[in-house]
């Protein structure tokens, strides 16, 4: 049986976990992964945005011919993907090479003192 606190809500809070998160490996851990992140998110959305409005209210430049029947939309469209792809193995590589080795030390620790 479950023998942690319940807090107002009915959630259960083990006290390693309270503890685990004030610390300041866990919030070194939380600063790398959102100093990755979230520029990262914001650099992606706005590129998205900008082919959004492109070829809502630039039809002409998008139109325009790069290679035969290949415009400039199928150029930014099929870039979508490719950054998309990019981002994720960037992501992947930065998580193995920062992240986990943090999150790993993190959790030892916490199942040592269980």
């Known amino acids: 049986m479950d023998t942690a606190p319940v807090d107002e809500q009915g959630k259960r809070h083990h006290p390693h ?10 919030g070194e851990l ?4 959102r100093s990755f992140a979230f520029p990262l998110t914001v650099a992606f959305v706005s590129w998205y945005l900008l082919y959004v409005l492109l ?3 630039a039809g ?3 139109g325009s011919k790069v ?7 199928l150029v930014f469209g099929l870039a979508q993907f490719v950054t998309t792809f990019l981002i994720a193995w960037w992501y992947a590589r930065h ?8 999150a790993l030390a993190i959790k030892s620790r916490l199942e040592e003192g269980e």
């Open 17 to 26: 976990y309270v503890e685990v998160q004030g610390s300041p490996e866990f």
């Open 30 to 33: 939380r600063r790398a992964h």
């Open 55 to 57: 070829s809502n209210y």
């Open 60 to 62: 002409d430049f998008m």
């Open 67 to 73: 290679v035969g029947n290949i415009n400039i939309a």
């Open 95 to 102: 998580a193995a090479e920062k992240l986990d080795p943090r």
